[in-house]
């Protein structure tokens, strides 16, 4: 019985602003790097980081969400496969090969008002998400709270 998995989960900071570009389909796609960290005791006790960077390709609405909302030092959650890229050195005509991310969907972390953002842009808030099936419709409304019952009977002003 064969069995095949292929899923990444990965949490982390933008490296770069993302490069979107336009197929001859119109279909977008965004490149951009992403730093996850973890800490941890050594052998020797000291405390150490260890950072790893991870190339990630967009598609679709997600990509464009993603080169719209997304700059360098971003916090975002990606969801995706990995895939590996291989090709052959124009110069040294040696084979090479680079592991990346396909994401499926990418979601905003932090608040996203840095630069020229404005402070209510939907992707901005907490928890905005790109991607999947969510990506091909607009962002949604966050709900509003309902107004306040009227203090003194239903005759009277609520203010």
């Given at each position: ?19 979107v ?8 796609v ?16 000291q ?20 080169g ?32 990346k ?55 009277e002003?609520?203010?």
């Amino acid at each position: 019985m064969s069995v095949s998995y292929n899923r990444v989960i990965l949490a982390g900071n933008l490296t770069r602003d993302p490069q979107v570009r336009f197929l001859a389909n119109e279909k977008a796609v965004a490149e951009f790097g992403l730093a996850t960290s973890r800490k941890f005791k050594g052998a020797d006790g000291q405390l150490k980081e260890e950072t790893t960077f991870v190339d990630v390709e967009a598609w679709g609405r997600t990509a464009e969400l993603v080169g719209q909302y997304l700059v360098k030092g971003r916090a975002c959650l990606v969801e995706g496969r990995l895939r590996l890229d291989s090709w052959e050195d124009k110069e040294t005509h040696q084979k090479r090969s680079k592991l990346k991310v396909v994401a499926d969907t990418v979601q905003f972390l932090d608040s996203g008002n840095r630069g020229d953002r404005a402070p209510g842009d939907a992707a901005g808030h907490d928890g905005a998400e790109a991607g999947g099936h969510e990506a091909d419709r607009a962002p949604a409304p966050r709900p509003s709270r309902p107004a306040p019952a009227p203090a003194g009977g239903d005759d009277e002003p609520p203010f």
